[in-house]
């Protein structure tokens, strides 16, 4: 995995508050749990930014390496790694998802 693509995510992780990794794009997400998490986010009112990886086999890959993580989506908040799709379900039904968001609500969905 080459290091400028590692910077490359770096780089987006760090400029976007909540920003998504997926399969797809929110308004036609490539995967059940793609589609699950926009879902989720979406609920919570909160405007994130997302990243289909099918666009780019390069990203698709190097997403899991920088968070050492397998599968795809992964959620970022304030340049953190939150998790996949099993994770954001089980903080969005506990209200932990709610918390970790409260700062970011304001607006619509982007596109990064």
């Avoid at 968070?67 to 970022?76: C, E, K, N, R, V």
């Amino acid at each position: 995995m080459s290091d400028s693509v590692q910077e490359q995510i770096g780089e987006i992780v760090k400029s976007n508050d909540v920003l998504l990794f997926m399969k797809g794009t929110p308004q036609m997400p490539q995967c059940g749990f793609s589609q699950r998490v926009c879902a989720i986010l979406q609920s919570q009112e909160v405007p994130f930014a997302a990243i289909n990886v099918l666009l780019d086999p390069s990203v698709r890959e190097g997403i899991k390496v920088f968070s050492d993580w397998p599968t795809i989506p992964q959620l970022y908040v304030g340049g953190e790694f939150v998790g996949g799709c099993d994770i954001i379900s089980e903080m969005h039904e506990d209200g932990e998802l709610a918390t970790l968001l409260s700062p970011f609500k304001q607006g619509d969905t982007q596109e990064a």
